[in-house]
């Protein structure tokens, strides 16, 4: 098993980038699809970017595609969200998860593994 660990969040103005870190532990790491989770006060918790076990593909919700990149690194057992353009509407925990042998998907519910959530806050 893993347990993912986020870190990088913080306060930004908005249109500032921000790039948030997941590392896992464990040495299977390359064996789980890996995704990024946002959750806003008050709303429910939504789908942000996910990535296959080798980097090859990614996958991104309408309202983050063309601002946020997401990419890994195996060697390091570490995934990124790099977020450019911020605005006050993706405040947010932000959650990183693993999916053992999952092909990228924006569905919670196949992850099996969650890190505790980095607050990500966006002044206007």
């Known amino acids: 098993q893993v347990q993912p660990v986020e870190s990088g969040g913080g306060l930004v103005q908005a249109g500032g980038s921000l790039r948030l870190s997941c590392t896992a532990s464990?040495?299977?790491?390359?064996?789980?699809?890996m995704g990024w989770f946002r959750q806003a006060p008050g709303k429910e918790r939504e789908f942000v970017a996910t990535?296959?076990?080798?980097?090859?593909?990614?996958y991104y919700a309408d309202s983050v595609k063309g601002r946020f990149t997401m990419s890994r690194d195996n060697a390091k057992n570490t995934v990124y969200l790099q977020m450019n353009s911020l605005k006050p509407e993706d405040t947010a925990i932000y959650y990183c998860?693993?999916?053992?042998w999952g092909g990228g998907t924006p569905d919670s519910a196949f992850y099996d593994y969650w890190g505790q959530g980095t607050q990500v806050t966006v002044s206007s």
């Open positions: 998860a693993a999916d053992l």
């Open positions: 464990g040495r299977t790491f390359s064996n789980y699809a």
């Open positions: 990535i296959t076990t080798n980097g090859d593909s990614t």
